[in-house]
């Protein structure tokens, strides 16, 4: 990757807290910011006075001035600023998820064939030096053929704050599957290989955030209450590919038993595990080489901040002229995915999900 990313002129559509962690390192990259869009006033008093760059009520008026955007507003919301970005050719940088409905995410797909600007979505896992190094001992073989993968992103106590738009369905489009849920389906799909995705059996459950006695522990945010919660706060799914490979799912925001983070990506020839917040892998195998015996070999990458990877990727791609890893397509797989989950648990049978459409 180039050291220094190219003066690419760059504006921030939703100024809350991710903008402003973007905007963070975007700074400690060298990145001129521009200016930032946000529909709060008090948003976007705050973003001029930390960043000292103009701000705007329209986001055309950012557009006009910016050739890359980073888009970090609520779900909903992410249709309407990235498409306009399209239609511009400007660089995208859009937050996961891809949207907050399958048929939004459809359209902003759509909208991606026809640009001219590089697209990027914000699955920043993908480039934690941990799955950095274990993608490339997949990909060397090490591993053999990698079948399954086991994906786990559950908090014990970790509800955002009943009442924000990540605990309303009409903004955010689910609970912990669309926010947690599709990092660890998306970074399953990667260590996969991304094959086709077939079908898809799931159940989502809402258990803690309804209660009016909800211990907070870990919750962030102003609490409005259980009636300011109408989503999601676990999923259990089974996910069949391709081939036979299969992902199996467990998030949760809120659940009785301790948090993990757990990934354990099973091959052929070895299996390895991580912890997708701790800078540590494990392989295992087994051997018959001298007196047979198992092999478990743990490395400590160097630790990364995979934010500021991702961006140092997205202004790289910018400078090439190529696609990089976590584009639209493999997003809204992610999304129907998801889609296929909340169908499957409000029908209680497996879904069929479609192939989607193909980048030109």
Same mark, same amino acid.
């Given at each position: 990757?180039?050291?220094?990313?190219?003066?690419? !002129?760059?504006?921030?559509?939703? @100024? #809350?807290? +991710?903008?402003?962690?973007? %905007?963070?390192?975007?700074?400690?990259? =060298?990145? &001129?910011?521009?200016?930032?869009?946000?529909?709060?006033?008090?948003?976007?008093?705050?973003?001029?006075?930390?960043?000292?760059?103009?701000?705007?009520?329209?986001?055309?008026?950012?557009?006009?001035?910016?050739?890359?955007?980073?888009?970090?507003?609520?779900?909903?919301?992410?249709?309407?600023?990235?498409?306009?970005?399209?239609?511009?050719?400007?660089?995208?940088?859009?937050?996961?998820?891809?949207?907050?409905?399958?048929?939004?995410?459809?359209?902003?797909?759509?909208?991606?064939?026809?640009?001219?600007?590089?697209?990027?979505?914000?699955?920043?896992?993908?480039?934690?030096?941990?799955?950095?190094?274990?993608?490339? !001992?997949?990909?060397?073989?090490? @591993? #053999?053929? +990698?079948?399954?993968?086991? %994906?786990?992103?559950?908090?014990?106590? =970790?509800? &955002?704050?009943?009442g924000s738009?990540?605990?309303?369905?009409?903004?955010?489009?689910?609970?912990?599957?669309?926010?947690?849920?599709?990092?660890?389906?998306?970074?399953?799909?990667?260590?996969?290989?991304?094959?086709?995705?077939?079908?898809?059996?799931?159940?989502?459950?809402?258990?803690?955030?309804?209660?009016?006695?909800?211990?907070?522990?870990?919750?962030?945010?102003?609490?409005?209450?259980?009636?300011?919660?109408?989503?999601?706060?676990?999923?259990?799914?089974?996910?069949?590919?391709?081939?036979?490979?299969?992902?199996?799912?467990?998030?949760?925001?809120?659940?009785?038993?301790?948090?993990?983070?757990?990934?354990?990506?099973?091959?052929?020839?070895?299996?390895?595990?991580?912890?997708?917040?701790?800078?540590?892998?494990?392989i295992h195998?087994?051997?018959?080489?001298?007196?047979?015996?198992?092999?478990?070999?743990?490395?400590?990458?160097?630790?990364?901040?995979?934010?500021?990877?991702?961006?140092?990727?997205?202004?790289?791609?910018?400078?090439?002229?190529?696609?990089?890893?976590?584009?639209?397509?493999?997003?809204?797989?992610?999304?129907?995915?998801?889609?296929?989950?909340?169908?499957?648990?409000?029908?209680?049978?497996t879904v069929?999900?479609?192939?989607?459409?193909?980048?030109?």
């Open positions: 990757m180039t050291s220094e990313p190219p003066a690419v !002129r760059t504006g921030i559509v939703g @100024l #809350g807290n +991710i903008g402003q962690y973007h %905007a963070d390192r975007l700074e400690e990259l =060298g990145v &001129p910011i521009v200016g930032g869009m946000d529909v709060s006033a008090e948003a976007r008093d705050r973003f001029a006075e930390r960043y000292d760059v103009d701000v705007y009520d329209d986001h055309h008026d950012l557009y006009d001035v910016a050739d890359a955007v980073v888009i970090t507003t609520p779900n909903k919301f992410h249709e309407a600023y990235a498409v306009d970005a399209f239609e511009r050719d400007l660089h995208t940088l859009l937050e996961k998820p891809l949207a907050h409905s399958v048929e939004s995410a459809e359209r902003i797909a759509a909208a991606a064939e026809t640009t001219d600007g590089t697209c990027m979505i914000g699955f920043n896992n993908r480039f934690r030096n941990t799955v950095r190094l274990l993608k490339e !001992r997949i990909e060397g073989g090490e @591993l #053999g053929e +990698i079948t399954h993968v086991e %994906a786990n992103y559950v908090r014990r106590r =970790g509800i &955002p704050g009943r738009w990540f605990t309303r369905r009409e903004i955010s489009g689910g609970g912990a599957l669309i926010d947690l849920g599709v990092h660890a389906i998306d970074l399953a799909l990667y260590l996969l290989g991304e094959p086709t995705v077939e079908e898809v059996s799931g159940v989502t459950r809402s258990e803690f955030g309804s209660r009016e006695e909800y211990t907070y522990l870990e919750m962030w945010g102003d609490d409005s209450g259980p009636d300011a919660f109408d989503v999601d706060d676990s999923a259990s799914g089974f996910i069949r590919c391709a081939d036979n490979r299969t992902i199996s799912l467990e998030v949760a925001w809120a659940t009785n038993r301790p948090p993990t983070h757990d990934f354990v990506v099973r091959g052929t020839e070895a299996a390895a595990r991580f912890d997708l917040l701790e800078n540590e892998l494990t195998s087994a051997s018959s080489n001298g007196a047979d015996h198992f092999v478990d070999t743990t490395i400590e990458p160097k630790e990364n901040d995979p934010h500021a990877d991702e961006q140092r990727a997205f202004y790289e791609a910018i400078e090439t002229g190529r696609k990089t890893g976590g584009g639209v397509e493999q997003a809204l797989t992610v999304q129907q995915i998801v889609d296929a989950i909340y169908r499957s648990s409000e029908d209680g049978h069929a999900v479609k192939e989607p459409p193909r980048a030109h």
